[in-house]
Structure formats: C-alpha cells, structure tokens
C-alpha cells in the first residue's frame, strides 16, 4: 500500500478520538507503570470489569516498587476473578525485572520493554508510543477487526501471513506526530464502533472509506481459520469438613490455576458415580453425598465439577500437601472463580 494514500486514515481518525475516547484513568498524561496496568489488565478482559481491578491494583501498588515487593499471594488475591492467572504472575515479575534490571523506572524502547515477562509486541508498541511517543503501531484485535473491514482484507487475522500484513499495515498508517493517541484511536474505535456484533457504522468517521461497509461484508470480517476446539475435564471435588472450616490444597504444576487454592480434587476421564469415587478413594474413605454441579468454561477447557462430601477414615494420613483451614484462612487466600463461587454458596 502507499504511504502517499494513508494519512487520510489518522487525519479522519484522531479528531473523532480526541472528542469521543472515553476518559479513562491510565490516559491523559500517560505514566507508564499505570499504563502497563491496563494493558495487562485488559488482555482478555473488558474494560468495564477491568477498571475497578486497575483502580485496586493502583490503590494497593502505587508504584512499580511498591508492586515488585509484594508476594505471589498478595498479587494472585488482587487478582483474584479476573482469570488467566499466569498475567497476575508475569506481572510480579516484570515488576521485579523493572527494578533490578531498569533501576524501578520503565524502559522506553519496544525493544528493553519487550525483555519484560509478559510483555509481547502488542504490549511494548502499546506502553514505547503512548507513554513516550516512539512510532510503534499497536496490533490487537480491536486493530485486527477495523483494518480487516476498513480496507477488505480476507487474510485470516490469525495467520502467519495475516499477523505480519496488518502489522505492516498499521505502521503505514501510523501518525509519527501522535503514535500513542493514533493507537489508541484506533483501539478505540473497534472498542466501541466498530464492535464484533451490533456494529455502529453511521458513528464511524472513517464508514466513507471502509470497503467491508460498502460491500455488506461487515460480519464477514475479519475472516480467521477457525476456533480451536474446547475439552471436557470433569473435576471431583473432595469437601472434607474440619470442626471450623475444610480442607485446602495449593495447585501447583503448569496447568490451569497455578497457585490457587482449591479443595482436593480427583480428576477424571468421565463423570464419576458415587461408587466409582469410592473406588478411587479407598477402604474406609466415606462418601456422604453428592454436592452440587458446576460447569466453568475457560477459552479452551469446559471444568465440570462436581462437590462430593466427603470423610476420610479416621486415623488416615492425609496428603501433607492438603492444609486444614478456618473461614479467615481460606478468605485469605486466592482461589479460581468456580471455587469462589461455591464457598459463597456454601456458606464458607
């Protein structure tokens, strides 16, 4: 594409922005610690639900030292509800990296910042342009969906040919005057116009150019080469009552949740009937009753759990990895959602 046929593109774009952006608390005069805040907030999340986390992460961690010298815990507890769990721990270490290795202040090129745990391309181009004006355009899929529609591209956006053209793409486009507000500006737009369902295009600033518009392919646009198909995991979770609370185990390992807490769990290849887990258990485990079911669905695993009621046999030696725990303990700690809701219900 030729430059010479760009600048249209930010000259019809920031205008809109700059009357229409939502006043969000990381914007105005950008700092970059508060900025990386939300970026990292925001993967997977909806701003909506990310704000009051942003706010508490702030009100908690006023500063990337404050931050660095948390614990695990603190952060997962913070976290806690927000899901992919692994952001809340890349974000302790990149904290610690800014300390040790960058003196507690933000580096301010793509490529120091991108040495960051967490910190992918998307997130380096995001904090070098908005916080310090370097001309690194921002591919997200807000960026994905307006440049797919706007200029008809039918590549899959999920492609390695695809990631490097709209990437190419939208540093031509970019505004080397305004990178940081040209990003956001188009973040913005398929934030909230240019949206993946209940499209606004009579909002739009740029609908006069956008060839998806003109053609009716709105919701043919941006084209992927599919979804990745999801799995069934059945999860049996053991209540073992305590004369003031329940039994706890930290999950540990490089599967889902890492470092939450949930009760003791026997996971299997189908759901398990009463007799079938007193099999898994063993002699003198006793199975009271079949609790409750709960389904939970991650982007790629659907958890069906089931809560069993359990007691185990009286002078048994208990996994040493399992830890009694009153109501203030198991508060104190980070659990997954599915296990936070069921306390709730259950009274603990």
């Given at each position: 594409m030729s430059t010479r046929n760009t600048r249209w593109f930010s000259q019809a774009l920031l205008p809109w922005y700059r009357e229409h952006g939502r006043a969000l608390p990381w914007r105005g005069k950008p700092d970059p610690y508060r900025v990386w805040l939300s970026e990292v907030i925001l993967q997977q999340t909806r701003v909506d639900q990310g704000l009051a986390y942003w706010q508490r992460f702030v009100d908690r961690f006023p500063g990337v030292q404050d931050l660095a010298a948390a614990t695990e815990g603190e952060v997962l507890k913070l976290w806690q509800g927000l899901g992919y769990y692994s952001r809340a721990r890349n974000?302790?270490?990149?904290?610690?990296?800014?300390?040790?290795?960058?003196r507690g202040t933000f580096?301010?090129?793509?490529?120091?910042?991108?040495?960051?745990?967490?910190?992918?391309?998307?997130?380096?181009?995001?904090?070098?342009?908005?916080?310090?004006?370097?001309?690194?355009a921002v591919v997200d899929g807000n960026v994905y969906r307006v440049l797919a529609r706007v200029f008809g591209i039918e590549i899959p956006v999920d492609s390695t040919e695809g990631r490097k053209r709209f990437k190419a793409l939208a540093q031509e486009l970019l505004d080397h005057d305004h990178p940081g507000d040209h990003n956001q500006a188009v973040m913005e737009l398929g934030a909230t116009v240019c949206t993946p369902k209940n499209v606004a295009c009579l909002l739009c600033p740029v609908q006069g150019r956008c060839i998806a518009f003109a053609s009716g392919r709105i919701d043919a646009l941006p084209v992927k080469k599919g979804v990745a198909k999801t799995r069934d995991r059945y999860f049996n979770y053991l209540h073992i009552r305590t004369s003031n609370g329940l039994y706890l185990r930290q999950r540990t390992g490089k599967d889902i949740w890492q470092g939450l807490w949930e009760p003791p769990l026997i996971e299997s290849g189908a759901p398990l009937t009463a007799k079938k887990l007193q099999e898994r258990l063993g002699p003198g485990w006793q199975v009271r009753s079949r609790g409750?079911?709960?389904?939970?669905?991650?982007?790629?695993?659907?958890?069906?759990?089931?809560?069993?009621?359990?007691?185990?046999?009286?002078?048994?030696?208990?996994?040493?990895?399992?830890?009694?725990?009153d109501a203030a303990a198991v508060r104190a700690v980070a659990v997954p959602r599915l296990i936070e809701q069921w306390l709730k219900r259950a009274g603990i």
């Open positions: 974000l302790l270490v990149a904290a610690r990296q800014v300390v040790r290795d960058f580096p301010g090129t793509h490529a120091e910042l991108i040495t960051l745990k967490g910190v992918g391309d998307y997130t380096a181009s995001a904090i070098a342009s908005i916080c310090f004006g370097q001309p690194d409750e079911e709960a389904k939970h669905v991650l982007s790629h695993q659907v958890i069906r759990a089931v809560f069993w009621d359990v007691t185990p046999p009286k002078r048994e030696k208990l996994d040493p990895g399992w830890k009694a725990m």
